[in-house]
Structure formats: structure tokens, C-alpha cells
């Protein structure tokens, strides 16, 4: 079965979502429960679960629905391939350009075209999607602009500088507040990631995981503006951190700080919460800010 770079995408995320909640096998995956953990439309989640039927990763009775086939744990090899293949080739391209700034400041669907053999409505997907990630922008008229993104030492510093001003704060906010589902959601996660299992994930699992938890440290704070803030700037450092990635070890450090952050705000200690949550970025600035990642 022949998936979309979209309907590619969600079957990468139902893999690492299955694995980051570590379901035993015949746990029952509902659409509407997935479109909305992943926030997307149920029909590219159902062509992506038909999709895992034919890997072999679930079972599907056509009057109860999607069950998996075989346990978190036994996905290893099956993650590593659908995240290798999951992200759309023109807009891998496009990206690894730009990191390089072998991209003009200004440039017109049609010089990419060209530069890429492919047609307008293909260019264009990838295009809008850049757009949503914050790193271009459509000019009025006709033509993009290339706006900042992490692409130097000097940006990644600053994005760590902005960071631990803001998700600090955030904690703090009298507006802030967490429950224990979503508690107990994160601290299953980075366990599972301190216990091992950043052995086995893949680079975009790992960031997809370390993104998660500030987003919805984020989220919680009750500011519409941090959340969207923080959020844009994970889209940001995306590609940059899926070469930083490769580098594991750091992985297991930085998801044992994650649960010093969670247990301060299990026992009611935002000040606490929010010290550990400064130290942790600040660590993170020193350990992953290399100018190899540039270069």
C-alpha cells in the first residue's frame, strides 16, 4: 500500500505512540482516539493503520476495529523503517538547503520548480507546510522570504537563552495547572526513555518525546502565547536536533531531569519545579550547542 508523505507521517506517529505507551499486544486502537492524541483527521489515520495491517504490526476485524498485532517492545526494527521513510523527500531536501543557506533570502515557486523537477502542487504542500513550522513565509504579491530559523551556534544559543526565560516562567504562572493524568502521561514516557529505552528509539522518537514533554509543560501554564511560543520554537529546532540526536547518551541525562521536573510539581513545588526546569535547559544549551552540527 502506497502512502502520502501525510498518511507516511501519522503511521511514524501511531508507531511512537504505541511505543512510547508501551501496549501489550491485542490493545484495541480506536481512530478517533488516535486523530485526536496526534491531532489530525480520522481519514489519513485509518489509511495509516491499513498500512501497519499489511507490516504486520496489527490485526483488523472489520466489526471491532484495529488491534496490535505484536507489543511495544518487538517494534524496534519497524520504528527504525517508517521513521527513515515517513518524512516527504522534497521537503527533506529543501530543509538540508536551508540549514546550509544555499537558499536565497527571496525566491519564486517557479525557481524551485525548476531547481527540484517537481511540479507546483507538490512544491506548494511542502511550501504550506513549511509555513505552519515558522521558517518561511509567503510574500504578498508573489515569491516566499526565508525567515530566521536555529541555523548557527549563535541562533541555537539564543533559542536556549529565550527558552530558559520563558518555560521557567511558565511553571510559575498563577494561571498553571496540571492533572494527574497528564502527570502520570509524562512520567510514563521519560521513565520508559531513562530505563533504556533511548537505546532502541530513533532520533525523531527522541525528539518527538523531549518536545511533548515542554509543550505540555507548556500548555499548563495557562498562556495561550508561551504555549504557541514554545511550540514554534520545537518546530524551529527540529532538524537541527535530529542530528544532535545521534548522539544518545545525553537522551537518558536529559529525560532523568524531566523527572526531577515532575516530581517538584507532584509535590506542589512550582519554585522548585521551575529551578530544576532552568538548570535542565541551561545543561542542555552546554552539552548539545556543537558547531560540528553546522557545519
Given at each position: ?78 520504528a527504525s523503517e ?85 518555560e521557567p516562567s ?30 532502541t528509539m530513533t ?93
Amino acid at each position: 500500500m502506497s502512502l502520502s508523505p501525510l498518511q507516511a507521517r501519522i503511521a511514524r506517529d501511531i508507531v511512537s505512540y504505541v511505543r512510547r505507551e508501551r501496549f501489550e499486544i491485542g490493545q484495541h486502537l480506536v481512530e478517533s482516539q488516535l486523530a485526536l492524541a496526534l491531532n489530525v483527521s480520522r481519514t489519513p489515520v485509518k489509511f495509516a493503520l491499513s498500512h501497519l495491517v499489511e507490516r504486520g504490526m496489527l490485526t483488523h476485524d472489520r466489526n471491532r476495529g484495529f488491534f496490535l498485532a505484536r507489543s511495544s517492545e518487538e517494534l524496534s526494527d519497524l520504528a527504525s523503517e517508517v521513521m527513515g521513510n515517513s518524512d516527504d523527500p522534497l521537503y527533506l531536501q529543501i530543509a538540508e538547503l536551508r540549514l546550509r543557506r544555499k537558499i536565497p533570502e527571496l525566491f519564486t515557486e517557479i525557481e524551485l520548480m525548476r531547481r527540484f523537477d517537481v511540479s507546483r502542487t507538490a512544491l506548494r504542500a511542502v511550501l504550506l507546510r513549511i509555513q505552519q513550522e515558522g521558517w518561511m513565509e509567503q510574500r504578498a504579491g508573489q515569491g516566499w522570504r526565508i525567515l530566521p530559523m536555529i541555523d548557527s551556534v549563535e541562533a541555537y544559543e539564543e533559542s536556549y537563552a529565550f527558552r530558559a526565560t520563558i518555560e521557567p516562567s511558565g511553571l510559575l504562572s498563577p494561571t498553571f495547572a496540571i492533572d494527574r493524568e497528564t502527570l502520570d502521561a509524562c512520567r510514563r514516557q521519560q521513565e520508559y526513555i531513562a530505563n533504556g529505552g533511548y537505546l532502541t528509539m530513533t532520533a525523531q522518537e527522541l525528539f518527538e518525546a523531549n518536545s511533548q514533554f515542554h509543550e505540555t509543560l507548556a500548555a499548563c501554564s495557562g498562556n495561550r502565547f508561551l504555549q504557541q511560543t514554545v511550540h514554534r520554537l520545537d518546530r524551529l529546532r527540529r532538524l537541527v536536533e535530529y542530528r544532535q540526536a545521534s548522539t544518545r547518551a545525553p537522551r537518558k541525562g536529559q529525560a532523568e531531569e524531566h523527572l526531577l521536573i515532575l516530581d517538584c510539581l507532584e509535590r506542589g513545588d512550582r519554585l522548585a519545579a521551575a529551578d530544576q526546569m532552568r538548570k535542565h535547559l541551561e545543561q542542555a544549551r552546554r552539552k548539545k550547542v556543537d558547531p560540528a552540527l553546522f557545519e
